[in-house]
C-alpha cells in the first residue's frame, strides 16, 4: 500500500518521499537480518525480537508469496539490486524446497529437527571454520556476525550488521573480491548444512497458498526475465486445475493424491488472480478460461 501511495505521489507536486523511505528501511533490514535465510534464501515466518535477527524459523508458503511479491515491486520503483536478488532467491528457494514433483507448492518448512528449534539454520564459530579454512571463514564471520560467544544461546544466526564496503575496507580486499569469496562460503556451507537433519516438511498442497506463489512467479518472469519462474507457475497452475477439481469445484486441500473441502472465497481470489497473472506472463489463453470457470 504504501510502495502505491509513493507511486501515485509522483504524479503530484509534492512526492511523498516518506512512503518510499519507510518501504525501503523495512526491506533492507529484512533482508539483512537472521529472518532472511542468508545462505538458502527465504523468509522465516516472524522475529522474536526487536532487531529482527531471532526469527521463527519456519518458513510458510504464503510469506514466501507475499514478500517475493513486495521485494519484486520494490525493485521496478527503486531499480535497487538488492531488491531483484532477495525477490530471486527467495522464489529460488520455493522451487528448490517447496514445489512437490507433481508441480504444486507445499505448504511450509518446520522450525525444529532433532527436537530443537532452529538447529538446522544456526552456526558455531568452529563449524564455519571446518568448513571454509581459516582465512575465508574470518572474512565471513566478520560479514555475516559468526562470533565465539554466538548471537543466540551459544550459537550463531547469520546476518548482515554491516555494508559490504566496510567489511571489505577492514580487511584490505576489493568489494568484488569480497563478493566473491562470500559467494563461495555460502554455497560450501549450504552443502554443509544439506548433511544436517532437515526440518519437518508440511506437503499438503492448498489452492489458496499456491495462487498467492503462482501470481509471485509469475511477476518474477515478467519482472526478472527468467523463464524458470514462468515454468514453475504453469507446472504449479497445472497441478491445481488438474488435481484439485472433484464434481467440477476447486478444492481446498491436497495431499498424497486426495484432495478435499470445497474451495473457500480466498482459495478462488487467489486462484483467479494467479490465473491472470499466468495469462499475461504467457498468452496462452487457456489460463483466462480457467480463471473464467472460477
Not at 520503483?77 to 507445499?106: C, F, H, M, N, W
Not at 568448513?131 to 544461546?153: A, H, I, P, T
Not at 491436497?254 to 504467457?282: Q, V, W
Amino acid at each position: 500500500l504504501m510502495l502505491r501511495a509513493y507511486h501515485h505521489s509522483l504524479s503530484q507536486d509534492k512526492p511523498n518521499a516518506k512512503m518510499r523511505e519507510l518501504v525501503e528501511l523495512t526491506l533492507d533490514k529484512m533482508a539483512y537480518g537472521g529472518i532472511y535465510d542468508q545462505l538458502a534464501g527465504g523468509f522465516a515466518r516472524y522475529s522474536t525480537d526487536t532487531d529482527w535477527l531471532v526469527p521463527h524459523f519456519e518458513k510458510m508458503l504464503y510469506d514466501q508469496a507475499l514478500v517475493s511479491d513486495i521485494y519484486l515491486k520494490a525493485y521496478q520503483l527503486s531499480g535497487k539490486p538488492l531488491y531483484a536478488r532477495i525477490a530471486r532467491e527467495t522464489l529460488d528457494y520455493v522451487i528448490a524446497d517447496l514445489q512437490s514433483p507433481e508441480g504444486g507448492y507445499y505448504s511450509s518448512r518446520d522450525a525444529d529437527s532433532e527436537g530443537e528449534e532452529g538447529r538446522f539454520y544456526v552456526w558455531t564459530k568452529q563449524e564455519v571454520d571446518q568448513v571454509l579454512g581459516e582465512s575465508d571463514s574470518k572474512l565471513f564471520c566478520d560479514y555475516y556476525d559468526v562470533s565465539e560467544s554466538g548471537n543466540w544461546e551459544g550459537h550463531s544466526i547469520l546476518n548482515v550488521p554491516r555494508p559490504a564496503d566496510v567489511v571489505a575496507k577492514l580487511h584490505g580486499i576489493p568489494v568484488d573480491e569480497l563478493d566473491s569469496r562470500l559467494s563461495a562460503g555460502r554455497k560450501k556451507l549450504l552443502e554443509a548444512r544439506a548433511l544436517r537433519v532437515a526440518p519437518h516438511l508440511d506437503d499438503k498442497i492448498l489452492a489458496s497458498w499456491n495462487g498467492l506463489m503462482i501470481a509471485s512467479m509469475a511477476r518474477g518472469y515478467r519482472i526478472l526475465g527468467d523463464e524458470k519462474y514462468r515454468d514453475s507457475a504453469s507446472r504449479a497452475a497445472d497441478f491445481v486445475v488438474t488435481s484439485m477439481i472433484k464434481n467440477g469445484r476447486l478444492q481446498r486441500s491436497y495431499r498424497k493424491g486426495k484432495c478435499h473441502t470445497p474451495a473457500y472465497l480466498d482459495d478462488h481470489a487467489f486462484m483467479i488472480d494467479a490465473l491472470l497473472n499466468l495469462y499475461e506472463s504467457t498468452f496462452d489463453a487457456k489460463w483466462l478460461d480457467h480463471a473464467t470457470q472460477f
